[in-house]
């Protein structure tokens, strides 16, 4: 009878798909996935995807022009890591893996279910670790069987076969480790599919709206909180100069280096009272220790939750995710009080002191011939912005007064009066004076900064966390947990006694095993 | 005052020397004394080192992992465990012997950055995150770093370059000599041919305060030129010689790495010392810098080659290279599920919950991912394809190059890991 011993062809198929889960394919898409990526960390440097990134980005964009360079970016050349032909790549390999794991997990299920091999005399005698015993009885080899080994008795043609394993389910680690790695693949590729971000911000009080979410949300309050003084901080040093403190000498006495960082630096010692180490956020941001914003979650008009909003703790809801992104020192919503400002006013024409103003923001004052001065706006930093006045911060850095002169209740005109300086106002013939602040009583400022919250939803979360939690179990068996196979093989001997051939087998840390080994046969023998 | 960690820093940097000079000394004479003795200087180096690192984190009131300087520490520390776990294991003064060098050289690299203590972290820091990524990160880099040791030793200790009785620049040396002087001209005619207008670099050596400049294009151009000329001479190379056994190749690629990583050291050292400046904001810094490292590489390769194939030093060395082989593996086996959980998964997760998203390929991820697809390549290879001995060796040690170029890229990448 003819019979066809060639296997039958196989499809293009099965040639791939076995192609795919071969290890010399895995290694080389490492290998290829590894060089592409030193490659790309090179090119990000080299063809910046940004011409106005620094003087090399204006060159290079210069030179190639801005064709070139489009060119460039539309092959992905400019951003190699988010470029259609490197997720190929990392899909392919995701591919790979999971016809690897497809086509070795069947047998190591098969495996893990049927134990350590039916190892016959010969071949426990074969293995380097091996012993006899004799004149031994089955209840004694029973009563001594390491209890860490699980047992499998069965009875063969010529005598009895124990077997045992500890630490099997190491088979499990590569392929867990690998379907790890697939979830892994598969969730960065949604997450960078399907992510939806954008910022947005607000002062406290303010809430938060937008098409995409699913909810409102009213920022409670937002406050940026600074460390106390310390060693190794920028500081203002008596309101006059930048300097970095090095150590507290004493109690309330401070080493402060004025000059450039160095052995050779200017050293000097600073009372604790003349050192501020929240003075400017252009110099003294590396003295912050948190930005926190509280906020109320609300769906449909009701508060559903609040929240603490800070760096490392972002707030989750609905599969969003908000983050405390930035906010904005350059432009802060102060609110600044005060009791009593003392207001001189004086004759334009000779500078005659007529009289000393009380006033607040409770009632105008008035003084000369029905004049009267309102106090308009307390402004403790004042800045002159596009038409409007405000303050930079609550510190009592620049403080200035609007007021507004009226006469018989009309309004003559308004000005800005600065403490810090002598009246530099116009004057009219309708208000022929000229006006000093003497004194500020009980001024008090709260200064409340715009927040700016990131806000993002993508695919993937979930499935990237279980390929994380997979894949360390994963490493965690296949990496250190050891597996032990124990074997006896038992068959009789005169007077009813029985002789066992024993033989052990570890896939690491044999110098261990082989004392184990000897300690489990000298107990057996006893 | 000096702080006590930094004092208990510099108290375990001189028994970490003594060690080395010790171990030096035992090597070249085989008295097992002398090597005992230097086991003793470097355990007299870890109990300081570790008290330190405790007294660091009590006075920042932090963990103590917030810049390189405590990165390279904690680094070393996990290496002067190693030793302290192979003596304890296998009894080997020898290996223990070549693991000092590192520990030395990373304790050396460490005392070169600012040890000031970082007093308060940026908030993005302040998670326990930090704790989980940077010491894994740092315990299985520690680890890599042993491996790499005992990969060199398993490659220095070929036998038919112990035994051979040839001068150190014949017979197979040439093309190591050719390698590294093809690296120029091929170097220098790239440049030329591809990047005629290149800004000009600023590059400067200050020495005796007359600034030497215009070196920068030279050393651009070597710095690429060189490893182009290395790997493309090589290939050549052993496509002429084809028939012929394959043999030092290893031998050739160690000391290459040795001579190359003291290059590094001492470039280092001068960028440091402000001797030698790179040109700040140029792409090309990293080769100015790698080629500043291979010309200061060409002096020490000889040197080493010159020690290690003279006299009977090799032939002393007298080490089972089948358990140099196992040790490696051993620890690449340890290092690398520590380095993916902490360097990859912890630092993904923290990059999450601060900056929202898990991964932003920024070019210390880049480097880390790099790294990780190595070891991910070299364990298949090892594991599955049979890849032991020379090849895993010489992967072993490119494999702690990438980490070495991973720990200092932010140097010359920037990124969001913004360390000093």
Same mark, same amino acid.
């Given at each position: 009878?003819?019979?066809?011993?060639?296997?039958?062809?196989?499809s293009?198929?099965?040639?791939?798909?076995s192609?795919?889960?071969?290890?010399?394919?895995?290694?080389?898409?490492?290998?290829?996935?590894?060089?592409?990526?030193?490659?790309?960390?090179?090119v990000?440097?080299?063809?910046?995807?940004?011409?106005?990134?620094?003087p090399?980005?204006?060159?290079?964009?210069?030179?190639?022009?801005?064709?070139?360079?489009?060119?460039?970016?539309n092959?992905g050349?400019t951003?190699?890591?988010?470029?259609?032909?490197?997720?190929?790549?990392?899909?392919?390999?995701?591919?790979?893996?999971?016809?690897?794991?497809s086509?070795?997990?069947?047998?190591?299920?098969?495996?893990?279910?049927?134990?350590?091999?039916?190892?016959?005399?010969?071949?426990?005698?074969?293995?380097?670790?091996?012993?006899?015993?004799?004149?031994?009885?089955?209840?004694?080899?029973?009563?001594?069987?390491?209890?860490k080994?699980?047992?499998?008795?069965?009875?063969?043609?010529?005598g009895?076969?124990?077997?045992?394993?500890?630490?099997?389910?190491?088979?499990?680690?590569?392929?867990?480790t690998?379907?790890?790695?697939?979830?892994?693949?598969?969730?960065?590729?949604m997450?960078?599919l399907?992510?939806?971000?954008?910022?947005?911000?607000g002062?406290?009080?303010?809430?938060?709206?937008?098409?995409?979410?699913?909810?409102?949300?009213?920022?409670?309050?937002?406050?940026?909180?600074?460390y106390?003084?310390?060693?190794?901080?920028?500081?203002?040093?008596?309101?006059?100069?930048l300097?970095?403190t090095?150590?507290?000498?004493?109690?309330?006495?401070?080493?402060?280096e004025?000059?450039?960082?160095?052995?050779?630096?200017?050293?000097?010692?600073?009372?604790?009272?003349?050192?501020?180490?929240q003075?400017?956020?252009?110099?003294?941001?590396?003295?912050?220790?948190d930005?926190?914003?509280?906020?109320?979650?609300?769906?449909?008009?009701q508060?559903?939750r609040?929240?603490?909003?800070?760096?490392?703790?972002?707030?989750?809801?609905?599969?969003?995710?908000?983050?405390?992104?930035?906010?904005?020192?350059?432009?802060?919503?102060?609110?600044a009080?005060?009791?009593?400002a003392?207001?001189?006013?004086?004759?334009?024409?000779?500078?005659?002191?007529?009289?000393?103003?009380?006033?607040?923001?409770?009632?105008?004052?008035?003084?000369?011939d029905?004049?009267?001065?309102?106090a308009?706006?307390f402004?403790?930093?004042y800045?002159?912005?596009?038409?409007?006045?405000?303050?930079?911060?609550?510190?009592?850095?620049?403080?200035?007064?609007r007021?507004?002169i009226?006469?018989?209740?009309?309004?003559?005109?308004?000005?800005?009066?600065?403490?810090?300086?002598?009246?530099?106002?116009?004057?009219?013939?309708?208000?022929?004076?000229?006006?000093?602040?003497?004194?500020?009583?009980?001024?008090?400022?709260a200064?409340?900064?715009?927040?700016?919250f990131?806000?993002?939803?993508?695919?993937?979360?979930?499935?990237?966390?279980?390929?994380?939690?997979? /894949?360390?179990?994963?490493?965690?068996?296949a990496?250190?947990?050891?597996?032990?196979?124990?074997?006896?093989?038992?068959?009789?001997?005169?007077?009813?006694? /029985?002789?066992?051939v024993?033989?052990?087998?570890?896939?690491?840390?044999?110098?261990?095993?082989?004392?184990?080994?000897q300690?489990?046969?000298?107990?057996?023998?006893? | 005052?000096?702080s006590?960690?930094?004092?208990?820093?510099?108290?375990?940097?001189?028994?970490?020397?003594?060690?080395f000079?010790l171990?030096?000394?035992?090597?070249?004479?085989?008295?097992d004394?002398?090597?005992?003795?230097?086991?003793?200087?470097?355990?007299?180096?870890?109990?300081?080192?570790t008290?330190?690192?405790?007294?660091?984190w009590?006075i920042?009131r932090h963990?103590?992992?917030?810049?390189?300087?405590?990165?390279?520490?904690?680094?070393?520390w996990?290496a002067?465990?190693?030793?302290?776990?192979?003596?304890?294991?296998?009894?080997?003064?020898?290996?223990?012997?070549l693991?000092?060098?590192?520990?030395?050289?990373?304790?050396?690299?460490?005392?070169?950055?600012?040890?000031?203590?970082?007093?308060?972290?940026?908030?993005?820091l302040q998670?326990?995150w930090?704790?989980?990524?940077?010491?894994?990160?740092?315990?299985?880099?520690?680890?890599f770093?042993?491996?790499?040791?005992?990969s060199?030793?398993?490659?220095i200790?070929?036998?038919?370059?112990?035994?051979?009785?040839?001068?150190?620049?014949?017979?197979k /040396?040439?093309?190591?000599?050719?390698? /590294?002087?093809?690296?120029?001209?091929?170097?220098?005619?790239?440049?030329?041919?591809?990047?005629?207008?290149?800004?000009?670099?600023?590059a400067?050596?200050?020495?005796?305060?007359?600034?030497?400049?215009?070196?920068?294009?030279?050393?651009?151009a070597?710095?690429?030129?060189?490893p182009?000329?290395?790997i493309?001479?090589?290939?050549?190379?052993?496509?002429?010689?084809r028939?012929?056994?394959?043999?030092?190749g290893?031998?050739?690629?160690?000391?290459?790495?040795?001579?190359?990583?003291?290059?590094a050291?001492?470039?280092?050292?001068?960028?440091?010392?402000?001797?030698?400046?790179?040109?700040?904001?140029?792409?090309?810094?990293?080769f100015?810098?790698?080629?500043?490292?291979?010309i200061?590489?060409?002096?020490?390769?000889?040197?080493?080659?010159?020690?290690?194939?003279?006299?009977?030093?090799?032939?002393?060395l007298?080490l089972d290279?089948?358990?140099?082989?196992?040790?490696?593996?051993?620890?690449?086996?340890?290092?690398?599920?520590?380095?993916?959980v902490?360097?990859?998964?912890?630092?993904?997760?923290?990059?999450?919950?601060?900056?929202?998203?898990?991964w932003s390929?920024?070019?210390?991820?880049?480097?880390?991912?790099?790294?990780?697809?190595?070891?991910?390549?070299?364990?298949?290879?090892?594991l599955q394809?049979?890849w032991?001995?020379?090849?895993?060796?010489?992967?072993?040690?490119?494999?702690?190059?990438?980490?070495?170029?991973?720990?200092?890229?932010?140097?010359?990448?920037?990124?969001?890991?913004?360390?000093?």
């Open positions: 009878m003819n019979q066809n011993t060639q296997p039958p062809p196989r293009l198929t099965a040639r791939l798909w192609t795919l889960a071969s290890m010399k394919f895995a290694i080389l898409l490492l290998v290829i996935l590894a060089v592409i990526s030193v490659f790309g960390l090179f990000e440097e080299f063809l910046p995807d940004n011409p106005m990134a620094s090399w980005s204006e060159y290079v964009w210069e030179k190639l022009g801005a064709d070139g360079m489009m060119a460039l970016r092959i050349l951003r190699p890591f988010q470029a259609p032909w490197y997720r190929f790549l990392v899909a392919l390999l995701a591919v790979s893996i999971l016809a690897c794991v086509q070795r997990l069947p047998g190591i299920l098969r495996r893990l279910k049927q134990g350590p091999a039916k190892l016959d005399k010969t071949a426990i005698l074969a293995l380097p670790l091996h012993a006899t015993i004799s004149n031994t009885t089955r209840e004694t080899l029973q009563s001594k069987w390491p209890k080994f699980s047992r499998r008795e069965e009875v063969k043609e010529n009895e076969l124990w077997r045992g394993e500890f630490g099997h389910y190491a088979h499990l680690g590569p392929a867990l690998h379907i790890g790695m697939f979830l892994l693949a598969i969730g960065a590729m997450a960078s399907g992510v939806n971000t954008f910022q947005m911000g002062f406290p009080g303010d809430t938060i709206m937008a098409e995409d979410l699913p909810f409102e949300l009213k920022i409670d309050s937002f406050r940026v909180e600074y106390p003084l310390a060693p190794g901080q920028t500081v203002l040093v008596d309101d006059e100069f300097g970095r090095l150590k507290r000498i004493r109690d309330d006495i401070w080493l402060v004025t000059g450039p960082h160095g052995k050779k630096s200017d050293r000097i010692e600073v009372e604790a009272s003349q050192l501020a180490n003075f400017d956020r252009n110099f003294d941001s590396g003295n912050i220790r930005y926190i914003a509280n906020v109320s979650v609300f769906e449909e008009g508060a559903i609040t929240a603490h909003i800070e760096v490392n703790h972002p707030l989750r809801h609905k599969g969003w995710r908000v983050y405390q992104s930035s906010y904005d020192p350059e432009h802060p919503r102060v609110a009080r005060f009791d009593t003392y207001i001189k006013v004086s004759r334009a024409a000779d500078s005659t002191a007529l009289d000393t103003l009380y006033l607040t923001f409770d009632s105008p004052a008035m003084f000369a029905n004049f009267a001065l309102t308009g706006g402004y403790p930093d800045r002159r912005g596009q038409g409007e006045d405000y303050s930079l911060s609550a510190m009592m850095n620049n403080p200035a007064i007021i507004g009226s006469r018989n209740d009309k309004e003559l005109s308004s000005t800005v009066l600065f403490q810090k300086f002598a009246f530099h106002g116009s004057t009219s013939e309708q208000v022929p004076f000229i006006f000093d602040i003497l004194d500020i009583e009980g001024a008090t400022a200064e409340e900064l715009r927040t700016i990131s806000f993002r939803r993508d695919w993937g979360g979930g499935v990237i966390w279980a390929g994380f939690i997979v /894949m360390t179990i994963g490493l965690l068996l990496f250190y947990l050891i597996h032990r196979r124990f074997w006896i093989w038992l068959e009789p001997e005169s007077d009813g006694k /029985m002789r066992a024993i033989g052990g087998e570890s896939t690491r840390g044999t110098h261990h095993f082989e004392r184990e080994f300690t489990i046969i000298a107990r057996m023998k006893q | 005052m000096v006590p960690d930094i004092w208990l820093f510099w108290w375990a940097f001189w028994c970490y020397l003594t060690s000079a171990f030096s000394v035992f090597l070249a004479t085989g008295k004394r002398i090597g005992w003795f230097g086991a003793a200087a470097a355990g007299l180096g870890f109990l300081p080192q008290v330190g690192f405790f007294i660091r009590a920042s963990y103590p992992m917030s810049n390189m300087y405590e990165y390279l520490a904690i680094m070393s996990m002067a465990m190693m030793m302290g776990i192979v003596l304890w294991k296998y009894r080997r003064l020898k290996i223990a012997a693991i000092s060098p590192i520990i030395f050289m990373l304790m050396v690299t460490a005392s070169m950055l600012p040890k000031e203590i970082n007093m308060q972290l940026m908030p993005a998670s326990y930090l704790t989980i990524h940077v010491t894994l990160a740092a315990i299985a880099s520690g680890s770093a042993v491996g790499a040791v005992t060199f030793l398993y490659l200790r070929d036998p038919e370059m112990v035994s051979s009785k040839k001068g150190p620049f014949s017979g /040396m040439k093309p190591i000599a050719f390698t /590294m002087g093809i690296g120029f001209p091929v170097g220098l005619a790239l440049i030329l041919a591809l990047f005629q207008a290149l800004p000009a670099s600023a400067t050596f200050n020495l005796g305060g007359n600034p030497i400049n215009g070196i920068g294009s030279a050393l651009t070597f710095g690429i030129g060189a182009l000329g290395a493309g001479w090589t290939l050549i190379y052993r496509r002429i010689n028939t012929e056994k394959a043999s030092g290893g031998y050739l690629a160690a000391v290459a790495f040795l001579s190359f990583l003291l290059g050291l001492l470039a280092g050292i001068l960028t440091k010392s402000h001797i030698f400046g790179i040109t700040q904001g140029s792409p090309f810094r990293i100015e810098f790698f080629g500043l490292s291979w200061l590489a060409l002096p020490c390769f000889f040197l080493l080659n010159s020690f290690f194939r003279s006299g009977k030093r090799l032939a002393s007298k290279r089948g358990l140099m082989d196992d040790i490696s593996a051993g620890t690449v086996k340890l290092g690398y599920p520590l380095y993916t902490g360097a990859l998964f912890a630092g993904a997760i923290w990059a999450e919950q601060a900056w929202g998203s898990f390929w920024d070019p210390k991820e880049v480097g880390a991912l790099i790294v990780w697809l190595f070891y991910s390549g070299f364990l298949h290879a090892r394809r049979g032991t001995g020379t090849k895993s060796a010489i992967l072993s040690l490119a494999g702690f190059g990438m980490i070495l170029l991973s720990f200092f890229g932010n140097y010359f990448f920037g990124g969001l890991h913004a360390y000093t």
